[in-house]
């Protein structure tokens, strides 16, 4: 449930690519940032988390090497409390 207090929405699929095996999307309102998130899956089943500000061709924010119970609170950290 935390996800929505992220002001989470526009969600889309990344599809394979050299860098990823897929992952997702989405759009936040958070408290501290506002932006684009991506959450790629890479090829040895860790995510890498990218956020994009205002320069959608540039990362403002990029963690690799997460595991999936991780997830939510990297992203929180980011998005939603300091």
Do not use: N
Request: charged share 20%; proline share 4%.
């Amino acid at each position: 449930m935390i996800v929505w207090s992220w002001g989470f929405h526009d969600l889309m699929s990344i599809p394979e690519m050299s860098d990823c095996s897929g992952g997702l999307r989405f759009r936040v309102d958070g408290r501290i940032f506002q932006g684009i998130v991506m959450v790629k899956l890479a090829w040895d089943d860790t995510y890498t988390i990218e956020l994009y500000g205002s320069d959608i061709f540039k990362p403002v924010k990029s963690i690799s090497g997460i595991y999936f119970d991780q997830l939510t609170e990297v992203i929180d950290g980011y998005v939603e409390t300091p």
